[in-house]
């Protein structure tokens, strides 16, 4: 167990090991180990979403290609271990990104159908991260359960408290839970600190894009240097809101992910409306966002920033009023929301903590009297969207 890894795999999975000698950098010690490529050509089954097999025979073809340019060793078609329990292959990002893990799982459906051995088939997806290679190792169990592993090199324990967190807050997105996060120290092996993570996908809505965009959201929160502050200036900020530490968040300037209230009269048409209003733009943003109640802002060289703490009367704001208004009039349920009320000085702020949210779901919506109203939080402002942007969003990907 590495040092101060109080956060260990829930379980141990022998088939997520089985398949990680089949990953980018290790092809090679496979086939040492197995004597030869230990593999044999397996096309997947054509009789369901003939488009879908070709595309994944096409993709793994076209990473077979990048490891040869890179010098590295070739992995193999499309194929299963000799035993037949386990089938799978490397594949592009590139081709994938607005591929289901719905669509998927109904194509490996059919292997498992044509053998009763099959247990697993697995794809090891690549993509690039910045200048940085990245994969991610999914896996289709015979009983529908889509599980996912991946290690992010460069790993700092300076966010271990609240690594798990971050991860499941992130992950919202991408339709999947954390199964394990792990802390993995640099060793005589091992030339430096790496997370090891497992999740368990329970969206099958979401596409592998959406998954993959999760996982280079996570790298930059967990794996800076040492003694670095870090990126996450939403968590910080929230950390520090509800620790009390004040001091260090006046200046902090409002921005895609921070919206502030020195107060809200909740349980009145104003109040409600402005509440609603902000966890809806928050919502329909491209990253997650906080929402907090009893900041008072001040124009400085044109953005509001954080002057001073404004307390609202702790008995007209409790967590419970707040979700009844939001799960009254925002429409779907807002993924992963949190509601935290902070003690300051006889009266509290509160927090509401909006995870970024699945592209399928939304938009999401304001209802009031009858209609819809539909926000976006842009930059440092919440704006109302027309027809014309709502039906250019769809385009893009909203609600599928």
């Given amino acids: 167990m590495p040092n101060g890894g109080w956060l260990v795999p829930e379980a141990t999975d022998d088939k997520l090991r089985a ?124 009983d529908g359960t889509v599980l996912v592993s991946f290690t992010l090199d460069g790993g700092n324990p300076r966010g271990l408290e609240h690594a798990r967190e971050h991860a499941e807050e992130t992950f919202v ?55 670095e502050s870090g990126p996450d200036r939403r968590g910080e900020f929230k950390r520090r809101v509800l620790e009390g530490r004040f001091a260090e968040i006046l200046g902090t300037a409002e921005s895609d992910w921070l919206e502030c209230k020195a107060k809200l009269q909740i349980g009145g048409p104003d109040g409600n409306d402005k509440l609603t209003k902000a966890v809806c733009g928050l919502a329909n943003g491209h990253r997650a966002g906080l929402l907090v109640v009893g900041l008072k802002t001040v124009p400085v060289d044109g953005r509001d920033v954080v002057a001073e703490v404004t307390p609202v009367l702790a008995r007209a704001h409790t967590a419970e009023r707040y979700w009844k208004i939001v799960d009254d009039h925002v429409e779907p349920v807002v993924r992963g929301l949190e509601i935290d009320v902070v003690p ?20 999401f919506v304001v209802t009031k009297n009858g209609g819809t109203l539909l926000f976006q939080r842009r930059g440092d402002h919440t704006v109302q969207l027309t027809s014309a942007e709502v039906r250019t969003l769809l385009a893009q990907g909203w609600g599928r």
């Avoid at 499309?78 to 591929?99: A, C, Y």
């Avoid at 498992?112 to 940085?132: D, K, Q, T």
């Avoid at 120290?185 to 090891?196: F, G, I, K, L, N």
Wanted: one cysteine or more.
């Fill in 19 to 142: 398949v990680r000698g089949r990953t980018w950098w290790e092809s090679e010690q496979v086939r040492s180990q197995t004597g030869s490529r230990g593999w044999r050509s397996y096309p997947f089954p054509m009789s369901v979403d003939v488009p879908l097999g070709e595309l994944l025979r096409y993709s793994n073809l076209r990473a077979r290609v990048k490891f040869h340019q890179l010098g590295l060793s070739d992995p193999g078609g499309i194929g299963d271990f000799v035993d037949g329990s386990v089938s799978g292959g490397d594949v592009r990002l590139l081709e994938l990104e607005d591929v289901s893990f719905f669509s998927l799982a109904r194509h490996f459906a059919v292997e498992f159908e044509r053998s009763s051995r099959r247990e697993v088939v697995f794809l090891v997806v690549h993509f690039e991260n910045g200048r940085r290679h990245e994969d991610i190792e999914l896996l289709f169990e015979r």
């Fill in 344 to 363: 300051v000085n006889g009266g509290v702020l509160v927090v509401l903590s909006v995870p970024a949210q699945p592209e399928h779901t939304k938009p």
């Fill in 173 to 227: 997105s991408a339709g999947a839970v954390v199964r394990w996060l792990e802390h993995c120290p640099a060793d005589e092996e091992v030339d430096q600190d790496y997370w090891s993570v497992g999740l368990s996908v329970t969206d099958l809505k979401v596409t592998v894009g959406a998954l993959c965009a999760a996982v280079k959201a996570l790298r930059p929160v967990l794996c800076t240097f040492r003694g």
